[in-house]
């Protein structure tokens, strides 16, 4: 059985920081790239950050820089660790694993994030 267990969302003043995690389990996770998409209100889910099973890693420009993408392939997590955070980065976070052979999609079920004085 599959499952993604996503923690690290919560309320965070502008220029703050927060860490989330998505820890995956039922999959061969060496053999996913991993990414954290957002979808706030009103707006389309999109493409955060992304991280091939090799290490590397891609970027929506509005992020770069701030936030950092990295997996622990020990421990089948992958962390999006976000700085300098900004209200317009206010949203639901989605982990995604994307299998690099046959694209096989697998979602977790998003933790919130707030960015609020």
């Known amino acids: 059985q599959v499952q993604f267990v996503e923690s690290g969302g919560g309320l965070v003043q502008p220029g703050g920081s927060l860490r989330l995690s998505c820890a995956a389990s039922g999959i061969m996770f060496r053999f996913y790239a991993m990414g954290w998409y957002r979808q706030a209100p009103g707006k389309q889910r999109e493409l955060v950050a992304s991280i091939t099973p090799s290490g590397m890693t891609n970027y929506v420009d509005s992020v770069k820089g701030r936030f950092i993408i990295s997996r622990d392939s020990a421990e089948n997590t992958v962390y999006l660790q976000m700085n300098s955070l900004k209200p317009e980065d206010t949203a639901d976070y989605y982990c995604?694993?994307?299998?690099?052979?046959?694209?096989?999609?697998?979602w977790g079920q998003g933790t919130q994030v707030t960015v609020s004085s």
């Open positions: 995604n694993a994307k299998n690099i052979s046959d694209n096989e999609q697998y």
